[in-house]
């Protein structure tokens, strides 16, 4: 390679202030927040492997969970179709859970190699863009694995029964669901040493939350105190809206979707549930951001 | 004119363990200026805090007058930072991690590009631009990282242990791209282990020792405050302890002998400062004074003062012996 850092015409040595692009906060934070997300794309494309791997498993756990359960008497969790058409809410949000909850692993790794750095040292309009970016892929994935359970669900006969607007509504919660877990599992990646720690967090946190929500089984077949977590597990507002447009043609937005011990709560009632969780989620992590990071 | 680099009073601790302890230092514009010192003397934590990337306990930071407390931002937007770590995702191609970073600085689309172009012709990147950084050698990566911290054009450049672990051909672009740097009006602050690379680059140079600063100035004016010539003698190539104590204390008698230093490290090798105008003129007595107490004289080795002489004088040890009681040389220790 020579001495070929110094170049005969030195001249071309660009030392004038480059041009900044837009100028408002908006479309700067735009501009940061689209080029980390665009990072993770590309990561995404040349190593699938993750991706597939989470779309194989949340396959798996439809066709074997739903077969534990092919034989009980219909009816039995308060539907009309099989088990399955139960089943296929709780499997579309235990796998955008899954995700979302794994957002903070490839900060961690930035953290540990020293990328974040890069990030911080950057004259970010707002830390959140980090944040903001990591959803915007999560949510992405998420949708996509989504469309894939519910496709297979549909060929293992779950038919959803809510239409366009209702899948767009699933959409819907699903985003908001991620967005919000994603959210604090950033704020997890900040806070924990390291990724050992992260994935022992994300282990124990996992399978609790599914169980601990209508993820498997209905509210009622459940003793009154794991009804009360679970109407306290934002899963659970996730799980049921997704359940009633799976089961219902006719629905509205004032239908009664979750049933607690403390009484009942439209799908309208659900989505403002998991709304105020997102402004939690993100002013708890901008908060933990501002202070360890100042 | 006004400080590139203003620190004064800067105090970091972790737990119990004072990384900086009231270090204060003033960077002229367009300067190369080194921080010196073994590891853990704090200056990785004196960069992280300039870089924003640590809050100081204590003390006031300014960048070209700007407060690094009150205005992080705009701090930001002035400085380069280039971290001992090579900072790159090995997925991504050259052009790609420079195109993020230009997102992250928000540089026009047009800007980018030309930027981009640009620092990679320089950097002679332009054929591997398209590879993924994970099939770059060692030397090319590092020449990434710089390009990455100067995309923005900085008017700071920070860099922490710029050619550690690069080869020697590497350590001379690099060196000679920081001079080019300086030419043309950059500030550059950097850190080294390395002894002539602070010495060869640096037009001023700050020492430190244990998170203080111990000495300030450019490295002739450093070395000249120390003073003296050094004289290296090996009686054998190896010689037994005793014998090196017998003779420096033989020779530390002599009237132009003002220290003696028995170097373990180096086969009890004996190290003299003389106070002589020609040091050379000192080896005949010395030879002489060994000779007649029976000591023979396998070695001679002249020399002016280093900047390790002067770390010497402030702390009581070499550089490589701080390094050593610190812990593994070349690892950083990290929270």
Redesign the interface.
């Known amino acids: 390679?020579?001495?070929?850092?110094?170049?005969d015409n030195?001249a071309?040595?660009?030392?004038?202030?480059?041009?900044?692009?837009?100028t408002g906060s908006f479309g700067?934070f735009r501009?940061?927040t689209?080029?980390?997300a665009?990072?993770l794309f590309?990561?995404l494309g040349?190593?699938p492997s993750a991706f597939v791997g989470s779309i194989i498993q949340s396959l798996l756990w439809l066709m074997l969970f739903s077969a534990l359960f092919a034989q009980a008497p219909r009816g039995t969790f308060g539907i009309e179709g099989g088990y399955i058409q139960f089943l296929a809410a709780g499997i579309i949000v235990f796998a955008a859970f899954g995700g979302a909850l794994n957002a903070g692993v490839p900060l961690i790794f930035d953290r540990e190699?020293?990328?974040l750095?890069?990030?911080?040292?950057?004259?970010?309009v707002s830390r959140t863009s980090i944040i903001f970016a990591s959803a915007l892929f999560i949510v992405s994935t998420t949708l996509v694995q989504a469309a894939a359970i519910g496709a297979v669900s549909f060929l293992m006969g779950a038919q959803f029964a809510g239409g366009f607007e209702g899948a767009l509504i699933v959409a819907l919660v699903v985003t908001l669901l991620v967005f919000g877990i994603a959210a604090l599992s950033l704020g997890l990646a900040f806070v924990l040493p390291g990724h050992i720690e992260m994935l022992a967090a994300i282990f124990v946190i996992n399978l609790p939350m599914i169980f601990a929500s209508t993820a498997l089984a209905p509210m009622s077949f459940m003793p009154l105190w794991l009804q009360l977590v679970a109407s306290a597990n934002p899963l659970t507002y996730a799980i049921e809206p997704i359940r009633h447009l799976f089961l219902h043609s006719n629905w509205s937005w004032a239908d009664p979707v979750l049933l607690a011990p403390w009484g009942s709560l439209s799908l309208t009632g659900c989505v403002l549930v998991l709304l105020v969780f997102d402004v939690v989620a993100i002013a708890l992590v901008g908060g933990t951001l501002k202070r360890k990071?100042? | 004119m006004e400080a590139a680099i203003r620190i004064e009073d800067l105090h970091k601790s972790y737990g119990s363990t004072k990384a900086v302890d009231g270090l204060s230092l003033t960077v002229a514009p367009a300067q190369i200026y080194g921080l010196l010192g073994p590891n853990g003397a704090g200056k990785t934590t004196t960069l992280r805090c300039l870089?924003?990337?640590?809050?100081p306990d204590r003390g006031r930071l300014e960048v070209a007058g700007i407060s690094v407390a009150d205005d992080?931002?705009?701090v930001?937007?002035l400085?380069g930072?280039v971290?001992q770590?090579?900072?790159?995702?090995k997925?991504?191609t050259g052009r790609?991690l420079l195109?993020?970073?230009a997102?992250?600085?928000?540089?026009?689309?047009?800007?980018?590009r030309?930027?981009i172009t640009?620092?990679l012709?320089?950097?002679?990147l332009t054929d591997r631009a398209d590879e993924?950084i994970k099939t770059y050698s060692g030397?090319l990566m590092k020449r990434l990282d710089l390009a990455?911290g100067l995309?923005?054009?900085p008017k700071v450049l920070v860099l922490d242990e710029p050619t550690v672990g690069l080869d020697i051909?590497s350590r001379?672009?690099?060196w000679?791209?920081l001079r080019?740097?300086r030419r043309?009006?950059?500030t550059v602050l950097l850190t080294s282990h390395y002894l002539e690379e602070i010495d060869m680059l640096a037009a001023r140079v700050a020492i430190i020792d244990r998170g203080r600063l111990i000495a300030e100035g450019t490295p002739e004016e450093l070395k000249q405050r120390v003073g003296g010539e050094r004289v290296t003698l090996r009686i054998r190539e190896f010689s037994p302890a005793a014998e090196a104590r017998e003779a420096a204390v033989l020779l530390g008698a002599l009237p132009f002998v003002k220290e003696v230093i028995i170097n373990e490290a180096q086969g009890n090798a004996l190290y003299l400062v003389v106070a002589a105008a020609d040091p050379l003129s000192t080896v005949p007595t010395l030879r002489e004074e060994l000779a007649r107490s029976g000591l023979p004289l396998f070695g001679v080795a002249l020399a002016r003062p280093s900047l390790d002489d002067v770390f010497l004088a402030a702390t009581g040890q070499t550089l490589q012996d701080a390094d050593l009681a610190a812990g593994s040389p070349g690892k950083k220790k990290r929270k």
């Open positions: 390679m020579g001495n070929s850092f110094i170049p030195s071309s040595l660009p030392l004038r202030q480059p041009q900044r692009a837009r700067q501009q940061e689209m080029a980390l665009r990072r590309i990561q040349r190593r190699f020293g990328f750095n890069r990030l911080l040292v950057a004259p970010l990071l100042g | 870089c924003t990337l640590e809050r992080s931002r705009a930001r937007h400085l930072y971290a770590e090579i900072a790159l995702d997925i991504l790609e195109q993020l970073q997102d992250l600085y928000h540089l026009s689309r047009a800007a980018a030309e930027q640009q620092l012709e320089l950097l002679d993924r030397g990455a995309l923005h054009n051909q001379l672009t690099v000679n791209f080019e740097l043309r009006g950059v």
